[in-house]
Nanobody, 125 residues
Framework: QVQLVESGGGLVQTGGSPRLSCVAS????????MSWFRQAPEKERELVAN???????NYADSVKGRFTISRDNAKNTVYLQMNNLKPEDTAVYFC???????????????????WGQGTQVTVSS
């Protein structure tokens, strides 16, 4: 059974630097592309960052230079270090896993087969 469990969200002040974690279990391993998406109220789910099996990364323009995605394959864990948070970063953050060689864009939710339950990040101004 595949499971993704996020943690690390909560209420933070503008400029804060929380770190989100996503622990994967089941068939997910280092071959899977892993991503963080977020969804704010009344908005579509959007890509925040992704990391491929060999470690290459990609970021949304809105978070470049502030967020860092990383993975520890030995622990089957993906992290999202968020720095200099802004109120517009407020959203539910989701971890997602993409089956190797599957079709669909790396940058869209449809490209991912497995999802965590999400963790709320609220940035106070």
């Amino acid at each position: 059974q595949v499971q993704l469990v996020e943690s690390g969200g909560g209420l933070v002040q503008t400029g804060g630097s929380p770190r989100l974690s996503c622990v994967a279990s089941g068939r997910i391993d280092s071959r899977y592309t892993m991503s963080w998406f977020r969804q704010a109220p009344e908005k579509e789910r959007e890509l925040v960052a992704n990391i491929i099996s060999r470690g290459g990364t990609n970021y949304a323009d809105s978070v470049k230079g502030r967020f860092t995605i990383s993975r520890d394959n030995a622990k089957n864990t993906v992290y999202l270090q968020m720095n200099n948070l802004k109120p517009e970063d407020t959203a539910v953050y989701f971890c997602a896993a993409r089956i190797p060689f599957s079709s669909g864009s790396l940058n869209l939710p449809i490209g991912y087969a497995y999802w965590g339950q999400g963790t709320q990040v609220t940035v106070s101004s």
